[in-house]
């Protein structure tokens, strides 16, 4: 492995990631809306037919600049007050992720579609899974703690799916190191 730190690589990922978040930012707020509806339906159906929690409807409210302040509100029988949700605190690792991974040097066009598909795969359900164990467990702090977790979650998956080669070779070459030290 290369042991060299290239300055200007890394000033250019900077540079690349500066240009895209914010772009990603703008465009994933116009997106929240529909992505709020399909996490919804989705959460609300594994609500229903797994939680046997009776979801009566689930609905979208748009607000905010750019959508900021979206709530995905979900009415329960037998529940008085809905349950309101400000979703853009749960689906706001999405735009961070794509950028990290649009702003990555050195990845041929169908590997970086593969590191995207993979990694918004993998945000996606986890968004899911959030929701539905909010019918499970309520607002508690647990849940509240997962979520903290969620702001590292774009970082972790574009290292371990961007660099996964990388990752490996470190692993391997530090493996040997201790099998030639014993």
């Known amino acids: 492995m290369n042991e060299r730190i290239d300055l200007k690589n890394i000033l250019f990922f900077c540079l690349k990631f500066m240009v895209f978040a914010p772009v990603c930012l703008v465009l994933w707020g116009y997106l929240i809306p529909t992505y709020a509806w399909l996490v919804g339906q989705a959460s609300g159906t594994i609500a229903m037919t797994l939680l046997n929690v009776p979801v009566e409807g689930m609905r979208v409210e748009p607000m905010g600049l750019i959508n900021r302040e979206t709530l995905l509100v979900f009415d329960v029988v037998g529940v008085r007050d809905p349950l309101k949700l400000e979703i853009v605190l749960l689906v706001a690792n999405m735009a961070p992720y794509v950028a990290l991974v649009l702003s990555t040097g050195g990845m041929k066009i169908l590997r970086r579609l593969a590191v995207l598909a993979i990694g918004v795969s993998i945000l996606a359900l986890t968004h899911i899974i959030f929701l ?7 607002k508690s ?3 509240e703690t997962l979520g903290q977790l969620f702001v590292t979650l774009p970082f972790l998956l574009w290292i371990m ?3 996964w080669r990388n990752l490996v070779e470190l692993i391997d070459s530090a493996a040997n190191q201790d099998k030639d030290a014993s």
């Open 161 to 163: 799916l961007a660099f």
């Open 132 to 138: 539905s164990a909010l019918f499970a467990m309520g």
């Open 141 to 143: 702090q647990v849940l």
